[in-house]
């Protein structure tokens, strides 16, 4: 089989040119002969010569007579003085002119390769970031998530504890996707987005990557920060082309973790400006959110810790259908996130896990596995075989109160002050029922400022308070300030961090919760960060800008009068109990530190004492 070739007419002119120039070549050097400068010297004064071209380098000239098949002598320039010094010694010379091409040819190259060697490592450095290799820079637009199997995340629900309704709704979005005619049966969907809400440290990442583990399908995430970049457009671009990527291999799931990067409401603050690559973004993912099919098996997870700052269209049914919320756990929450975290660890058979679950009101699945993983830790610096409940303990002051700070010596007088102001925290709490009972009292310097400390632990999880419990809890707080006015006469400054917080619970009792019966059932301050309802709540400041001059005054003065009427019981159970007082700070002057067995002897005596109210 013949190939045929055909020729352009630009190739029989490069041809041609290239044939003309070899020509003259050839002829120059059949014509000219190139001679020392002595030898062109010797022609001129022969009369050989009977024209000369003088140029900056070469002189030229041109034979009278043809010698042979040359018409012209060519030699390079001598200067004339030196010309005449070596005419005088009869020998042929001449001058060699030293080519500067290489010379040249560096001086440019050099600096240009050096300036492109360092682009290109910034360049590669840059791209492999972007998107791997050289081409990360041209597919800047691609999708960055990573794409999961079910055997990528090595979690299952399995190791997910203390969230059993969030786990539930999930395992029912997996089913869907292994079963989906089992939920079309009677004409229902799936809903097209599950927004997971919660605290910082609940598990919410967690559950996303046990749904990964658990279902059968690719499982494509990415945070919503990767999607926005300095370049306008790009974020778009990001976001059409994950939608691709997964409706490509639906059925799948795709979870934009921290959304409130890329979800944040259009206009929110309209004095700062706007962000046109922000917002187009989010713009994007609304319609792309609108235009798959609940059908086709595709579901899109986030995850949030501000849902009061997203944009009201996410929301909407029909994009997140559902809002699961993935709260801190209760006391059987953090018992079963315990046991999870605890698979690896050695106890002590004494130990019960209860009374551990009992000593973290408040802490998050993320809390938990840190606190384990300072028990052990801790057991681990003293060489111990097993982990007790002291080490959790010790773990606990650490994480809350502080590392301790032994290095800081105190006066005499500083550490009589400490101990008579956290023996009046304890007395406090003792006297009255229905407080929290007091774990632990310690003049131990702990953390930047915390001169002592008072650990109370609850028995048991509250999710509401009266307003009793509320003046009994700010009274626990002045008793620290109430002792030492009692014992010294005089103020310092240990109780301001107390006061700090007796203040806001009053504030909140008065302008939230409506407990003040001259001022009634009105709400003067909103509820800050409330979930959900898109609004981020009112300061105190603001909050006195919408009410009037008398009723701000009325408002400062309910406040004050909470303040001192708990100061005022807390000082008259400190008198009742003074006789303790002082030997309870004589102790703790003593040990520095007073646990549960040293603490109830002095409940004891409070009880023998009738000074409870």
């Known amino acids: 089989m013949t190939q045929k070739h055909t020729w ?25 002969e190139a001679v020392p400068y002595s030898a062109f010297e010797q022609a001129l004064a022969d009369g050989k010569i009977a024209e000369v071209q003088v140029t900056d380098r070469q002189l030229t000239g041109k034979l009278k007579t043809p010698q042979g098949s040359k018409l012209l ?9 030196i010309a005449e010094r070596l005419d005088r010694y009869h020998v042929p010379y001449s001058r060699v002119i030293e080519s500067t091409l290489l010379r040249d040819l560096l001086s440019w190259i050099v600096p240009a390769a050096v300036f492109f060697g360092l682009w290109f490592f910034v360049f590669r450095r840059f791209a492999d970031k972007a998107g791997g290799g050289l081409g990360g820079f041209m597919s800047i637009g691609k999708s960055r998530a990573k794409v999961y199997v079910q055997t990528d995340t090595g979690v299952t629900f399995a190791d997910v504890a203390g969230v059993d309704e ?12 292994k079963h989906p005619g089992d939920f079309g049966r009677l004409g229902a969907h799936v809903p097209k987005g599950v927004l997971l809400v919660g605290p910082p440290g609940t598990g919410k990442t967690l559950l996303a990557r046990a749904v990964a583990g658990e279902a059968a399908v690719p499982f494509f995430s990415i945070s919503g920060s990767e999607f926005v970049e300095m370049f306008v457009g790009v974020g778009a671009a990001r976001v059409r082309d994950l939608f691709e990527q997964a409706r490509a291999q639906a059925p799948a799931i795709i979870f934009i973790d921290e959304l409130d990067a890329l979800g944040r409401a259009r206009g929110a603050f309209p004095g700062l400006g706007g962000h046109d690559e922000k917002e187009q973004t989010l713009n994007q993912l609304l319609v792309e959110m609108d235009g798959f099919d609940a059908q086709t098996g595709l579901i899109i ?21 559902r809002q699961v919320l993935v709260d801190r756990p209760d006391k059987k929450g953090r018992l079963d996130i315990l046991k999870v975290h605890l698979r690896k660890v050695t106890l ?18 993320a809390d938990l596995a840190n606190l384990v993983n300072e028990a052990a830790l801790v057991a681990t610096r003293r060489r111990a075989s097993q982990v007790t409940l002291d080490d959790f303990t010790a773990a606990v002051e650490r994480i809350v109160a502080g590392l301790e700070k032994r290095n800081r010596l105190l006066n005499p007088k500083e550490r009589q002050t400490v101990a008579v102001h956290e023996m009046g925290h304890t007395l406090v709490a003792l006297a009255q029922p229905g407080t929290d009972p007091v774990h632990k009292v310690s003049i131990i310097p702990r953390g930047i400022g915390s001169l002592g400390y ?12 009266t307003k009793a419990e509320l003046e009994r809890k700010m009274a626990v707080l002045l008793g620290g300030r109430a002792a030492e006015m009692l014992v010294f006469g005089e103020l310092s400054t240990g109780a301001s961090d107390d006061l700090a917080k007796a203040t806001d619970l009053a504030r909140e009792m008065v302008m939230r919760y409506g407990m003040d019966a001259e ?17 981020e709540g009112t300061t105190p400041e603001a909050a006195a800008a919408h009410v009037s001059e008398q009723t701000q005054e009325r408002i400062d003065q309910a406040i004050r009068a909470l303040v001192m009427g708990a ?13 303790i007082l002082d030997r309870g700070a004589q102790e703790l002057l003593a040990h520095e530190t007073l646990d549960e067995i040293s603490i109830h002897t002095i409940a004891e005596l409070i009880i023998k004492n009738q000074g409870i109210f």
């Open 8 to 32: 352009n007419l630009s190739y029989w002119f490069i041809a041609a040119l290239m044939l003309l120039t070899l020509q003259d070549l050839w002829q120059s050097t059949r014509e000219v």
């Open 73 to 81: 002598l060519v030699t390079n320039r001598v200067e004339p003085d």
């Open 166 to 177: 969030a786990r539930a709704e999930l395992a029912e979005v997996v089913e869907f996707l």
């Open 301 to 321: 997870l986030a995850a949030t810790n501000r849902p009061e700052i997203l944009d009201p269209a996410l929301l909407r049914a029909g994009r997140f259908d």
């Open 348 to 365: 002590a058979p004494d130990l019960k896990l209860d009374e551990v679950a009992a000593l973290t009101p408040g802490f998050s699945g």
């Open 454 to 465: 008072t650990i109370q632990r609850p028995t048991e999880d509250r999710y509401l308070m």
């Open 519 to 535: 001022l009634g059932f009105v709400a003067y301050e909103s509820p800050r960060n409330r979930m959900l309802e898109g609004g």
């Open 567 to 579: 100061f005022d019981r807390a000082t008259a159970l400190l008198k009742t109990n003074r006789a």
